[in-house]
Every structure is written in structure tokens, then in C-alpha cells.
């Protein structure tokens, strides 16, 4: 490290001002090294969010020279009480904003908006952007997923709470992430509210086809999250099958062939199980039919594990009907009492988010989700304790559940829909435990195996990253019953 970029670095580790930003765009950033200009970088998106925290204050002085003015107008939603949360506008500061920073009034009223949230109401999410511990991004998503308690009239030290949490975790997260885990905060204190939206937002599933040019058309569903996730995990699982035959396509052109094989072929596969049944019935088999899922479609799990037992399969093929099925499951994790019905708390769907409990309580009916055992004092996932090089499919499911997303600084690729990586490879001595195993998405796998990324695993699931700079990047665990 040169001197140029020793300065940089002290400037970084500084609270932002005038005379460090003059400073940083002043200096020659071409005599930096390459770990110089990442600090250099850096250090300016600090400093980026220590203006943002200016211009938050000033939009929020300038909205109060309308007297009564509320706004909220961009983050209308649902109240504590469950009802909607109406604003009014700040016509005539907005518009003012709006002519002076040739902006529209929309983005005005955003702009107003999000200034009163954070600068009125979360106060210790602006001093964090004033002093450029978190991003811009990080404080609006605080910010918009807060919006629904704030102008619902929650008390304030749930929010203070809720806040706290969130700034607590964000060093280590992106703002999605952020987003995620918020969502699940509000979800928890207004649970019931949760369930309400559901039920009303479910009603509104469909799927639209709209004609595109040169020959193509969009095709969009509104789904349930679980049954978005089964569908995709469907789609993941058919194109590694046809990978090999399909190396000249994208992961989205094969993810495009699957969908459509999966509808023209799907009328033949039916026929197929349907002969099965008759021939499983024939032969006195007592096998019943798919029960119904979360949308009201039949169960495709249960209707593979009835192939499983027919006697006319053979025993390859009944593994691969076992293997498929497996991938066709989702991880919902929810606590015993509101399993049981004796509580009402919001469960969670692995690489979604919170869900309401009636519907954790309606997969848990099915065979398309998967239990874990956990300690009944800390929450954490109990250890498997099973070595060998193939992790055995227990194991993965264990590693899935634990780290939820790839263990890469910020992706958030499935857990269940990425490799499972050593550590240390297993021919450097490394074992096929839960703490030298974890969840990577194959594009990040690659970068570890040949980018010169280096990670230290521990067996809760948190690592270290080292980058070929030799920048370290810690990923936390995710704890089962975390909040934010």
C-alpha cells in the first residue's frame, strides 16, 4: 500500500465532510493501486450518503412550510389496525421541488415522503447515513418497509426496536436483504393484519399472456410464494437435466424451453400416472390421490411418492423419482405453537420471506415442504453428523435450511438451488461436516475455485471471505428465528 492509498483509507475510516470529499475528488485516483481505488470507491458512496442525509433534512424543512401537511402518499399500504393508510399531498411544496430539480411531482412526493420518514420519524437510520454506515439504498428500504407501522400508529418503541435490529445487521447486509428482514419484523408484530392481506392478495392469482414483436409473447403469473417457488424449483431441476445437451443456451433460454416442455409435455406425463394408478389399483395397492395444495392444484409430490410404490418401476428409476421429489420441496420454518394453532405468528419461506401462519399450517398438510429439528433452546439446526466426501441428502437439506442464500457478501441465490461447496476441498483434508460445508451458487463456486477468493467456514454457517486484494468480507449465520 502506497501513501496515496494510506490516505484514502484514513479518509474512509473518518466520519464524511467537506473537506474529506474535496480531498477525495481532488486526488489522482490513477496513482492508486487496485485495492487503493476499491477503498477510493468506497469511501466516495460514503460520502455520497452523508449528502443524502443533507438533502433528507432539507426536503423534510421545506415540507413543513405547508402547515398539517402528512405525507405518505408513496408508501400507502396497510395500518396496525389493518387499515389503509391514506395521506395528503404537499401540492404546494412538491411542486416547488419538483420545477426546481426539473423532477416530476411523483418523484417530488416520493422524495418528500421518504425525507419525513427518516429525518421525522427514524432518526437513528439518518444519523447512520449521516455518518455513511449505511447506503442510501439501505436507509430507503428501512424506510419503506417501516412506513406501514409508522403511519399505521404503532407505538414508537416497537419502531425504535425494529430499527435498531435492522441497523444492527446492516454492515453485513445488502438493502433487499434489509427489505427481507424488515418485512418479517412487521409481519411478526402485526401478524393477524398478515394473514388478512394474504387472503385478499390470493384472490387476485392469475396468468396473463401478452403478444410481444419479432414473433414472441410475455407470459406473467401472479401466484402464491410457495407455489412460484415450486414452480422455479420445477424449471431449475429440468434444465440441469438437459444441461449436457444444451450448452449453447443461457441459463434463462433453458429455464424458457423447460416452462414450455413443462406445459406440452405435461398432458402425456398425466396419462402416464394416471395409467400407473389404474395399474397400481388393479394389483389391490391402496394408494391415494394428491391432496390439494396451497392454490387449490393437486399435490405433485404426493402423486410422485404413489409412482414410488408401484412395483412395475425399477429401483433406478424409483431413486430418480425420490431424488426429483426431494428437489420439489420448499423449506417453511415455523414455530411449534403456531403449528399447532395455538399461536399466530408469521413463518418464513426459505428465499422469500415472511408468510402468515395459516398458510404454513396449509403446507405443512403436504408432502411439499420439509421439517428440520432444531434445538429447542437456541433455534439452531442440530448437527447431522454424517462424513464422507457426497454429502448424503439429509445433510444438504440441513445445509439449505441453515444458510437459506449462497454464502457470497450479498447474493441471493437460493440455497437449495446451489452447489454444495467444501471449504476446504476434501482433497486438502477437508470434511463433509456442517462446518466446512456450505451453500453456493454455482457462478460464486466458480469464483472460489478459480477467482482467487479464499473463505474460512465455521459450523454455524457464518465465514470469511478474502478477496484476490486481500479485502476481507465477513458473512454472518442466519440464525432460524432471527427478526432483522
Known sequence: MNLLDQRVSEIKSARPSAAHLVELTSLSRYELTPDGRVELLAALEKHLSWLNSHIHEVTYLISLDQPGAQSGGAFEGYGANGAAITSEINDQEREEIAAALRISPNTAQHRIDTATLLVHHLPETTRALADGSISTAHANAIARESAPLIYGGIDKSVIAKIEAKALSSAEFSTPNQIAVAMRKAVAQVQPEELAERFASAREERRVLCYPERDGMATISALLTAPDARLVMRSLELRIREIHAESRTHTADQRRADAFVEFFTKGEESAERADSSQEMSHSGGSANSGGSANSSGSANSSTSKFNEVNNSHITPAEKSSIKRKTSAMTINVIVDLPTLLGLAENPAELSGYGPIPATLARELATSHQWRRFITDPVTGELLDLGRERYQPPQALIEFIAARDR???????????????????????EGGE???????????????????????IISNPDGSCTWTSPYGKSYSVPARPINEVA
Open 405 to 427: 442464500t449462497c454464502r457470497f457478501p450479498g447474493c441471493r441465490r437460493a440455497a437449495e438451488l446451489s452447489d454444495i461447496d467444501h471449504a476446504i476441498p476434501w482433497e
Open 432 to 454: 463433509t461436516n456442517p462446518g466446512n460445508l456450505g451453500a453456493l451458487c454455482r457462478r460464486h463456486h466458480r469464483l472460489k475455485t478459480h477467482g482467487g477468493w479464499k
